[in-house]
């Protein structure tokens, strides 16, 4: 069986951390929009119907973005089984705070119309707006700690992983700040989509809102930058882990100040990405406060994707560092499945993944247009 696979085992870990990267970018972009829809209700709807207006704008894709997220999980189980244990229990809490956050967001949709109780409907509104702010503060502040290196190990004898943190522990000031740069650039992508598929007083009040969310986000992807600089960083050699059946113990790995941009040293072309990063949300802010929806959500969407480019640019081959004994750190060479199963995945993926796109597609097309007030109140089965 292993004669008919074409690709050697590193090409296909490298093919699937792409694969990862892909799928974590459209998460941010799609899903993303809806937590970011959800956060920006407090700042443009002021009334019952205006709040209608964005349940609307999101009620006919929002279940199937979640789809993202469950392929993100999925590749992280089958691709990389030690990363997928390793997060889920060292991050154990902070993965069950999500879990609410992702529970009551669904609810909060489908339970806020069943009545006309004004403050039943807050409520839910003040719960779906919580839930989009702590899913993106949860989902920065894991990236801050994958970068700041995270308490564990492994029992050299057994693999069983050993994790020495705890859930306060995870909170500190790097991570913060990569939680708040994530709060900021989903509402940005919530508020541009808003300006593109709401009209008259939600639409206006979304452009208004898109330049400040837009330059708060670049101001703050930018002290992250600098922040990073001055961080301690990982650095290995590759072909010590490479070519070799997954072991995560024995390697050598140092810890270097600035370490993080040692492969934007190597490779310069890599510096792409984050200038994507800034120049997508600077236009996409203009863009939208110039009611050039479509193109705004374009540009938005391609910042999304530098932003997480970068930070998968800057941690490869990384996948979750070691504070505690940097030799234990995961990367995708020696935390992979076989060799086997990463190409069997990949066969299995090359046949869905088209059809997951094609659908999504198709529904973006069905539902296009904008959500306006009438149109809602026309409709029988809108929230």
Request: charged share 10%; hydrophobic share 55%.
């Amino acid at each position: 069986m292993e004669n008919l696979i074409l690709l050697d085992y590193d090409t296909l870990r490298v093919i699937w951390w792409l694969l990862l990267g892909v799928l974590l970018a459209a998460f941010a972009i799609m899903d993303g929009a809806d937590l970011g829809v959800a956060m920006a209700l407090p700042l443009v709807a002021r009334n019952d119907e205006e709040r209608r207006v964005l349940y609307n704008v999101i009620g006919p894709v929002w279940e199937g973005n979640q789809v993202w997220l469950i392929l993100a999980g999925g590749v992280a189980f089958a691709a990389w089984p030690l990363l997928y244990a390793m997060a889920f229990s060292g991050f154990y809490l902070a993965m069950m705070l999500l879990l609410v956050a992702l529970i009551v967001r669904p609810v909060a949709i489908k339970y806020r119309s069943k009545l006309a109780s004004r403050r039943w409907r807050r409520n839910w509104d003040a719960i779906w707006t919580a839930a989009g702010v702590v899913s993106a503060l949860v989902f920065g502040v894991a990236i801050g700690n994958v970068m700041l290196g995270v308490p564990f190990g492994f029992d050299p004898t057994t693999l069983r992983p050993l994790y020495e943190g705890n859930f306060f522990g995870l909170f500190q000031p790097f991570a913060l700040l990569c939680g708040v740069l994530s709060v900021l650039m989903l509402a940005f992508q919530g508020v541009v989509v808003l300006a593109w598929k709401a009209s008259d007083q939600v639409a206006r009040r979304a452009r208004a809102w898109a330049i400040p969310l837009g330059l708060l986000s670049i101001l703050t992807f930018a002290a992250g930058g600098w922040w990073i600089s001055h961080l301690n960083g990982y650095a290995m050699s590759w072909p010590e882990v490479s070519h070799a059946m997954s072991n995560p113990i024995g390697k050598t790995v140092q810890v270097v100040q600035g370490g993080w941009l040692a492969n934007y040293s190597q490779w310069p072309l890599l510096w792409l990405a984050p200038a994507t990063g800034f120049v997508g949300l600077l236009l996409g802010a203009l863009l939208a406060g110039r009611g050039r929806g479509l193109l705004a959500v374009l540009c938005s969407s391609l910042a999304l994707t530098g932003i997480i480019l970068t930070f998968g640019f800057a941690v490869f081959p990384f996948l979750l560092p070691s504070s505690l004994t940097p030799g234990s750190s995961l990367t995708l060479f020696d935390a992979s499945a076989s060799h086997l199963t990463l190409w069997l995945m990949l066969l299995i993926s090359l046949f869905f993944l088209p059809i997951i796109v094609l659908y999504t597609s198709w529904v973006y097309r069905v539902m296009r247009g904008k959500v306006t007030v009438a149109s809602i109140n026309d409709a029988p089965h809108s929230y």
